[in-house]
């Protein structure tokens, strides 16, 4: 079983976007930000390129044997001048789309320009949080934000690096609760053309395979304790809860989909759904705690 993903273009985006927010009028707002962010990385990810990664072959099968995780996610290489002429336009998405977006923007903004972050130090603060929260406290504005805005501006260096260490996993990746690269829980899930299902990294987007009848945190496979629900609405996508850990996993079959897939798009565009499972009393499994890391 491939993990291979199919190859997502600037005008398969644009279209998705542009259907979605025309089924979903409440979404203008998050997908006026989203829409053109994802343009702006694919776009970026063309003119990326990241260090080649030092891979000690030894150390890759040792954490992979005792079902570590690859790599921390601090330690993906970045190539500092592409993330840094990304994270000025995401910056510049943002004053355009909203209040609490805009303040942030600015703020970012003009510590780029007063040398406060400078291109070439950026990584002090691509995926650190600790760093992150202490310049959101010296910038006056909301942590979660800014790092929002570093992840976003990281995110084609992450996926160029994670692709490198994807050809040195094992054949067997199936049924890993968290991202078999970087440690990471799962953004969404997806049912293919054939019916099974795979889940997608939130952070580097590396795709994986779970059984479809068990709770991909604790496998659980009792069907008494798993229990879904869905909206006829919207029959691209239904949300399966797990009773025993009381996570859930948001999955979209894609043979109901009239646009493409992309896994951060359709996350950000169906948050209702994660406001219904919390109504449940259910966790989304990024909210699980991360596994052990070597």
């Known amino acids: 079983m491939t993990n291979s993903r ?3 273009d600037v005008a398969a985006i644009d279209a998705a976007v542009a259907r979605l927010s025309k089924q979903r009028p409440a979404y203008a707002a998050i997908l006026g930000f989203y829409g053109p962010v994802y343009r702006a990385q694919l776009e970026a990810a ?3 390129s990241p260090p080649a990664m030092c891979i000690d072959e030894s150390h890759l099968d040792m954490q992979f044997n005792q ?3 690859l790599i921390d996610p601090a330690a993906f ?6 993330a840094g002429k990304l ?8 004053v355009s789309s909203g209040e609490k977006l805009k303040d942030a923007g600015l703020a970012l903004l003009k510590a780029m320009d007063d040398g406060v972050v400078a291109d070439g130090s950026l990584d002090q603060y691509l995926l650190k949080d600790a760093q992150i929260a202490s310049l959101a406290l010296e910038l006056g504005v909301c942590a979660d934000m800014l790092g929002l805005f570093f992840q976003l501006a990281a995110r ?3 996926e160029k690096s994670a692709r490198q260490l994807a050809d040195r996993l094992a054949d067997d990746q199936t049924d890993k609760s968290s991202c078999p690269i970087c440690g990471k829980p799962p953004l969404i899930g997806e049912l293919d053309d054939e019916g099974r299902q795979w889940l997608h990294c939130g952070l ?3 795709r994986w395979p779970v059984r479809r009848m068990a709770c991909p945190l604790c496998s659980n496979s009792d069907s008494e304790n798993l229990s879904y629900f ?4 919207e029959p691209e996508y239904r949300v399966n809860l797990c009773g025993q850990c009381r996570h859930y996993l948001k999955v979209v079959d894609v043979r109901k989909m009239d646009r493409c897939f992309y896994a951060p798009l359709e996350q950000a565009a169906s948050l209702h759904l994660d406001m219904l499972a919390a109504e449940k009393g259910y966790h989304h499994l990024m909210e699980a705690d991360p596994p052990t890391t070597a």
């Open 6 to 8: 199919p190859i997502i």
């Open 46 to 48: 063309a003119k990326t």
């Open 230 to 233: 869905f909206s006829d609405a």
């Open 77 to 82: 290489p970045m190539d500092l001048p592409a």
């Open 204 to 206: 580097c987007g590396h």
């Open 87 to 94: 994270l000025r336009i995401i910056c510049r998405i943002a």
């Open 67 to 69: 079902d570590f995780s």
């Open 156 to 158: 084609p260096s992450v």
